[in-house]
């Protein structure tokens, strides 16, 4: 059984192909600049890296218009099994971001074959890995959070889960929640992960129109300013602060602590 593992050089695919083939599995890791290349904005690469494939992990891209082409296509050329990586909370954010996450949510649960969702938090190596690593490493982390929690998710765990539902049963159907076992505000984020360090790095609350506008002086489009206010207004309402337990169920393991990812990341040595 081939599985794909579409964005293969992304956070949670690039760990995903290295886990499943450390267990065996034939794997066909896909993306623009991967091994296979594959790009949503071009259908007359699909066909190659569906072939042969019976299962897909489906990250969607931010467009959502080509996702239901690429799942009817998947559908005829023989997928049985898709698990597709979402967030949490999004059907509550009013439409505003996570358009294409939404759109593989419904299109495979529409599809008439095996589906699993995987709505996630935030991951630990979004502090470390590309989406807040600079401004920490500069000293400083400003964003429009508020003092709810967040049960951040090591990438690690999200990649074990997908690799249970990829290749075991009894997942058809199932959405998942996926959280870390410790809710956080950033600034206690931050605060382990300047003593670990040994780095003076601070947070900052800044108003969301301060932020936004921010964005926009740096060159961002309206419209990724405006969807990232939204994200954050939903983690201001504190809808995704409780951590859930689904990780330890479905691994036999607890869920990767907060502190262990920062004693593993972040540790001056």
């Not at 579409?6 to 091994?35: F, I, Y």
């Not at 060159?219 to 206010?229: H, R, S």
Request: no cysteine; aromatic share 8%; charged share 20%.
């Amino acid at each position: 059984m081939t599985i794909l593992v579409l964005a293969a050089t992304g956070k949670t695919g690039r760990r995903l192909v290295q886990h499943l083939r450390a267990d065996g599995n034939e794997v066909r890791a896909a993306s623009r600049s991967g091994e296979v290349r594959f790009d949503w904005d071009e259908p007359a690469t699909w066909a190659a890296v569906l072939a042969g494939v019976r299962v897909v992990y489906l990250v969607a891209p931010d467009d959502p218009a080509p996702i239901e082409a690429f799942v009817e296509q998947a559908v005829r050329a023989g997928v049985e099994r898709f698990v597709v990586l979402s967030g949490r909370k999004l059907d509550q954010a009013g439409g505003r971001f996570g358009h294409g996450m939404l759109a593989a949510e419904r299109v495979v649960a529409a599809s008439g074959v095996g589906w699993t969702i995987l709505r996630s938090n935030n991951f630990n190596q979004n502090f470390d890995e590309y989406t807040w690593r600079e401004p920490l490493l500069a000293g400083r982390l400003a964003l429009p959070i508020g003092a709810m929690g967040e049960p951040f998710i090591d990438a690690q765990d999200v990649v074990e889960v997908a690799a249970v539902a990829l290749t075991g049963v009894g997942h058809f159907g199932q959405v998942y929640e996926l959280t870390g076992p410790d809710s956080l505000t950033f600034a206690e984020a931050v605060r382990m992960m300047s003593v670990a360090s040994g780095r003076p790095i601070e947070y900052v609350e800044v108003p969301a129109t301060e932020y936004e506008a921010g964005l926009l002086a740096e060159g961002y489009p309206a419209e990724v300013a405006e969807e990232l206010g939204a994200l954050f207004e939903v983690m201001r309402a504190g809808l995704i602060t409780e951590p859930t337990d689904t990780v330890a169920k479905l691994l036999n393991r607890p869920a990767t602590s907060f502190a262990e990812y920062v004693a593993r990341a972040w540790q001056r040595p």
